[in-house]
Each structure stands twice: as C-alpha cells, then as structure tokens.
C-alpha cells in the first residue's frame, strides 16, 4: 500500500513563498498521476494543481502564474512552490496519488499566510 507524505507548510507573510513536498513510498511512483488539493475551513476539498506520470501540468486559475507543481520521479516525490501567497491561500493541503481507479491520500500539511 502507497503512503504519501506532506511537508513544507507553515506561516507566510503575504507575499511570501513556500514548496511543499508529498513523498511516496513505493518506487513505481513514476505510473502515478499526482495532485494538490487544499481545504479551508467550513469549505470543501478543491483541485490545485496536477501533474499526470507523463508530465502534463494542470491548475486552478487561482493559483495560475504563481504556482508550479513538479516531480522528481527518482525521489518518488511531488513538489508544489508557491509564490506570492495571499491569505486565501491559507488551508490544509493535501497531496494526491491516482492510478486508474485508486487513489490515496496524505496527511495534509497546513498552510497558513497571514501578516
């Protein structure tokens, strides 16, 4: 079984930058489509960015220019850099892996963006 774990998150001042990391444990990491989601409070989970195992990008127009999601398939890791945040941003994120018709789920990691 896939686990994955979040890391990064934290308090940002607006404007500011974070990248977060979700780490796989199995090494066929490469056949997975992975994703970022984010939750804010009182609201429901909602799509961020999605890189598929062939390296196609795909993001929310909220976060377009300023977020960029990546894998280093050898470190069965996906990255998610976040530049100019904003306090709408704040939310637990949580990262992704799909594969046909499974999927699985971190931890999430919080991230919080507030002067």
């Known amino acids: 079984q896939v686990q994955l774990v979040e890391s990064g998150g934290g308090l940002v001042q607006p404007g500011g930058s974070l990248r977060l990391s979700c780490a796989a444990s199995k090494s066929i990491f490469s056949i997975y489509d992975m994703s970022w989601y984010h939750q804010a409070p009182g609201k429901q989970r909602e799509l961020v960015a999605a890189i598929t195992s062939g390296g196609t990008t795909n993001y929310a127009?909220?976060?377009?220019?300023?977020?960029?999601?990546?894998?280093?398939?050898?470190?069965?890791?996906?990255?998610?850099?976040?530049?100019?945040?904003?306090p709408e941003d704040t939310a637990v994120y949580f990262c992704n892996a799909r594969y046909l018709s499974w999927n699985t789920w971190g931890q999430g990691t919080q991230v919080t963006v507030s002067s």
């Open 61 to 86: 127009d909220s976060v377009k220019g300023r977020f960029t999601i990546s894998r280093d398939n050898a470190k069965n890791t996906v990255y998610l850099q976040m530049n100019s945040l904003n």
